[in-house]
Structures are given as C-alpha cells and as structure tokens.
C-alpha cells in the first residue's frame, strides 16, 4: 500500500536521487531516506546524509518480485528514486524493464526529472525487451511543477515510445499552461513549424500534443515547507484538460482538502 493517491502500490528496486529543479526543494523521498538510512536498512546507507542525496544510487533487487503481486493494480515504480539518474548503468534499467515486460498483469507507472535521458534510454529498452515496441502495461510520465520544467520536459516526453504518457504537475508551484492546442513531433517532441517538425523535418509525423499526452496529475505541495499553490491555478489546469479531453487526477484542492477529481486514461492498444 501507498499514500500516493494516483497509484495503488510502490516497488523500489533503485533508491537515491539529487535535486534537479525547484521541486526537488523540499523532497518528501529525500526526509523518507533519511529516516529509512537510520532505520539501519543497507540500501540507502550511502544514498543520502545529513545535508541530504549525495547522487549515489542503491538498489533492492528483491523488489522488483513485488511486481507480479495482485492482478490489475496500478505500480509507481522508484519513488524513492528517478529510473533514468544518470548514474544508473543501462543495464540495471535493462533489468527493471525485463521485470515490467514479465509482469503483465499490472500496469507500472515510472515518473521522470530527466526526460532527456528518458528519450535517449527506452528505445533501447524497447529493443532489448519488447522487440522495439511500446510496452502495453508501462505508463512514463514526467514533472512539471511550473512553466520553465513544462516547457522543457513535455517534449522529451512526447518524442519517448509510450502506451501511455501521463504529465504530474505536482507540487504545483505556477500557472501551467501546457499548450495542449499546439502540435509537436512524436518523433522528437519537436515543435511545428510550416507543417514540418523543427528539428527533424518530418512533416508526416506532426501530430496534436492532446494525441501525446493521456493523463495529467496535478496537486498542491504538502509537507512542512509546503509553497502556495493558488486555486485558480488548477482550476485553470483542469479547465486545459476538460477542452481537450485529457482525463486529469486531482490529488487535492489547493486548501488541502481532499479532492473527489480522480479520472484515469483508457489503456490505449498499441503495436
């Protein structure tokens, strides 16, 4: 079980991470690391230290059998930790994807910092694991917790292979507007211009971003630090994603009460 309203369970084979964006600021893995640390458990002895992530990564293989638990579950994988750090060799990922493609039976979910690396590593996975296909039971997604990140990463999302991509705008620190109206290249996430993509030309893989992006997540920051998150802000998100269609999951309102907004994606088929 997890407190993390959007999935049903968490299974952490990697551990440890470093801050990246303003996000990261107040880290709830990072406060859970170090509780675990002084806990005693072996994984996350070298992950973080009293200033916090140190960039080094643990792992607990003996997770990835959790896995093939329950049938028709929702699984965040690495929530203590981002799958495509980039001190993470391609073949531990390489294991992880061999366990997702093994384990049909749930759907997991691998929330990404670093889209980047997320586009350059998964047509690998793909071709090692699943014959250079998507991966039906594999949803990836990224953060976007203001403008800035929005723009940056959403792109690197929509050019990544996916059955399903989702964006968690989550701690919600800005107005977001993800330009759900403008088309971009699935290819590379590149933007249109005089109908070809600006960076690899294509003219017939232009399509809408609302094709690319099938699920937003959205909430306020919590914990003891939390930074405001205005109410018109989600309400101005969720307004996005009802024009288009997009299914959005609201974890809560913006005064921190709990929302009764949870839409999920329909599974799309792919081949």
Same mark, same amino acid.
């Given at each position: 079980?997890?407190?993390?309203?959007?999935?049903?369970?968490t299974?952490?084979?990697?551990?440890?991470?470093?801050?990246?964006?303003?996000?990261?600021?107040?880290?709830?893995?990072?406060?859970m690391?170090k509780?675990?640390?002084?806990?005693?458990?072996?994984?996350y002895q070298?992950v973080v230290?009293a200033n916090?992530w140190?960039?080094q990564?643990?792992?607990?293989w003996?997770?990835?059998?959790?896995?093939?638990?329950?049938?028709?579950?929702?699984?965040f994988?690495s929530?203590m930790?981002d799958?495509?750090h980039?001190s993470?060799?391609?073949?531990?990922?390489?294991?992880v994807?061999?366990?997702?493609v093994?384990n049909?039976?749930?759907?997991?979910q691998?929330?990404?910092k670093?889209?980047?690396?997320?586009?350059k590593?998964?047509?690998?996975m793909l071709e090692r694991?699943?014959?250079?296909?998507?991966i039906?039971?594999?949803w990836?997604? !990224?953060?976007a917790?203001?403008?800035?990140? @929005? %723009?940056?990463r959403?792109?690197?999302?929509?050019?990544t #292979?996916a059955?399903?991509r989702?964006?968690?705008?989550?701690?919600?620190?800005?107005?977001?507007?993800?330009?759900?109206?403008?088309?971009y290249c699935?290819r590379?996430?590149g933007?249109?211009?005089?109908?070809?993509?600006?960076?690899?030309?294509?003219?017939?893989?232009?399509?809408?971003?609302?094709?690319?992006?099938?699920w937003?997540i959205a909430?306020?920051?919590?914990?003891?630090h939390k930074?405001?998150?205005?109410e018109d802000?989600i309400?101005?998100?969720?307004?996005?994603?009802?024009?288009?269609? !997009?299914p959005?999951?609201?974890?809560?309102? @913006? %005064?921190?009460?709990?929302?009764?907004?949870?839409?999920? #994606?329909?599974?799309?088929?792919?081949?």
């Amino acid at each position: 079980m997890t407190k993390i309203e959007w999935t049903d369970d968490t299974v952490n084979p990697i551990v440890g991470c470093s801050k990246v964006s303003p996000a990261c600021d107040n880290c709830y893995a990072e406060r859970m690391a170090k509780r675990l640390r002084g806990m005693g458990l072996p994984q996350y002895q070298s992950v973080v230290d009293a200033n916090g992530w140190t960039g080094q990564i643990g792992f607990d293989w003996n997770q990835l059998k959790k896995l093939n638990q329950g049938y028709g579950k929702k699984i965040f994988i690495s929530s203590m930790g981002d799958l495509f750090h980039d001190s993470l060799a391609i073949s531990d990922i390489e294991t992880v994807f061999h366990a997702i493609v093994a384990n049909s039976q749930n759907t997991y979910q691998i929330l990404t910092k670093r889209p980047e690396n997320m586009l350059k590593i998964v047509p690998i996975m793909l071709e090692r694991v699943n014959n250079g296909k998507p991966i039906e039971n594999l949803w990836l997604g !990224v953060t976007a917790e203001n403008q800035t990140t @929005a %723009d940056y990463r959403i792109p690197f999302l929509l050019g990544t #292979p996916a059955a399903i991509r989702f964006v968690s705008v989550e701690p919600m620190l800005s107005e977001v507007d993800l330009h759900l109206n403008r088309r971009y290249c699935p290819r590379c996430g590149g933007e249109e211009y005089n109908n070809k993509c600006l960076f690899c030309r294509e003219a017939h893989y232009i399509t809408s971003r609302t094709a690319g992006i099938d699920w937003v997540i959205a909430g306020p920051e919590t914990g003891p630090h939390k930074r405001k998150c205005e109410e018109d802000w989600i309400e101005d998100l969720q307004s996005q994603c009802a024009e288009f269609k !997009v299914p959005f999951f609201l974890k809560k309102n @913006a %005064d921190g009460t709990p929302s009764n907004i949870h839409r999920f #994606p329909e599974v799309k088929h792919v081949g």
